[in-house]
């Protein structure tokens, strides 16, 4: 089974930068896309951004478009979310996930989670 584990959050001034990694172990097909869901306090879980293997960038919420940038390491199986100009509304635990098909995490169900980790930006 497919293991996501995420690292790279913590607390940060806005305006400022922060570098999220997502490592995968266990078996993953060729096939499999990645992405990054948030959900903040009280609100519902939200794509963030998503990248297939050996594929372009497959989207990015308007939300996070032209400060956050995705991108993913093949050798290394890690995916990683680079956050810049960073705001409190951007304050949330992050999710790594992973697809079989880039349908399912389009639509915020994907087969595999990670466990998240917490940005938390101040003003």
């Known amino acids: 089974q497919v293991q996501l584990v995420e690292s790279g959050g913590g607390p940060v001034q806005a305006g400022g930068s922060l570098r999220l990694s997502c490592a995968a172990s266990g078996y993953t097909s060729s096939t499999y896309c990645m992405g990054w869901f948030r959900q903040a306090s009280g609100k519902e879980r939200e794509r963030v951004a998503a990248i297939c293997n050996g594929g372009p960038i497959t989207y990015y919420d308007a939300s996070v478009k032209g400060r956050f940038t995705i991108s993913k390491d093949n050798a290394k199986n890690t995916v990683y979310l680079q956050m810049n100009s960073l705001k409190p509304e951007d304050t949330a635990m992050y999710y790594c996930?992973?697809?079989?098909?880039?349908?399912?995490?389009?639509?915020?169900?994907?087969?595999?989670w990670g466990q998240g980790t917490q940005v938390t930006v101040s003003s």
């Open positions: 996930a992973a697809s079989r098909y880039l349908g399912s995490l389009e639509s915020g169900t994907p087969d595999y």
